[in-house]
């Protein structure tokens, strides 16, 4: 694997009105190439197999759904984590996606002490990934929360809530995947670089638009930030979100 070779990317989108957003345009700047999978509709998902051995990114989006709901391509989904991991594809986690990427490194996702619905700065806690401000306005749209797994570094926190982001470096969590030539489960260490964002800073206004016009009632209960949907459409999106997104991506598919 070269660094002059081509990105590829395999985005895992739950819902319609949570797509990748602004990770298209660091895509489109990457020149890299990306595939959309909707396992929600067809329980279609990525082959590891096919991003092994390239410089491959898996992203998982966000969703409404629980880690714990007893859906057959959720289960799958961490399968894939776990073998994305260990063979060395790195792996990005959105909210769903993040509390699916904490869970296959065997942390527990929980209830959050807050239901956090609108913006709200984070602070960075870690120092691991470059080129992050020490503190970001992000989306939030949550009330549950991770545990930090093991062999990670608590990359994020926000005022309410401690757990909104995690590090994993290649080598520092270990992985189980079962062999395609074998009918056995091995552990290893990771093989590539992972995150996990318990917030959105993905969603460009009209994703924004999205979110609030399928699911804007969810901020108008029980929301500790006390902010209605049509304020939140009506915040300014923020200028650094799209950077510190970046420096992100770079990371993960930079060794």
């Not at 990306?34 to 898996?58: E, T, V």
């Not at 942390?107 to 700065?121: C, D, F, N, S």
């Not at 797994?149 to 520092?172: D, I, R, Y």
Request: hydrophobic share 40%.
């Amino acid at each position: 694997m070269k660094h002059e070779d081509p990105i590829q990317i395999a985005i895992i989108q739950h819902v319609d009105h949570e797509g990748p957003g602004l990770i298209l345009r660091w895509a489109e700047e990457q020149n890299a190439s990306y595939d959309l999978y909707h396992p929600a509709d067809d329980c279609i998902l990525p082959d590891w197999q096919k991003l092994s051995g390239k410089r491959s990114l898996l992203i998982i989006l966000g969703g409404p759904m629980n880690t714990t709901d007893n859906l057959k391509w959720l289960k799958q989904e961490r399968t894939l984590i776990n073998n994305c991991l260990a063979h060395g594809v790195a792996v990005l986690g959105i909210c769903l996606g993040a509390q699916q990427l904490a869970t296959t490194l065997g942390a527990a996702v929980l209830p959050a002490p807050y239901k956090e619905v609108g913006w709200a700065p984070i602070e960075r806690t870690s120092s691991i990934i470059p080129g992050i401000p020490p503190q970001l306005i992000a989306l939030h749209w949550h009330e549950q929360m991770f545990r930090i797994p093991a062999g990670a570094e608590l990359l994020f926190s926000s005022q309410l809530v401690t757990n909104q982001g995690f590090a994993c470096e290649k080598g520092k969590v270990n992985v189980t995947f079962r062999s395609p030539l074998i009918s056995q489960e091995s552990v290893t260490s990771s093989k590539a670089r992972a995150v996990g964002l318990q917030f959105h800073i993905e969603q460009d206004h009209d994703a924004v638009r999205e979110i609030v016009a399928h699911d804007g009632g969810y901020a108008n209960i029980d929301n500790a930030l006390n902010q209605s949907s049509s304020s939140i459409l009506a915040y300014d999106h923020p200028n650094d979100a799209y950077p510190a997104l970046c420096s992100i991506l770079n990371w993960l598919i930079h060794e």
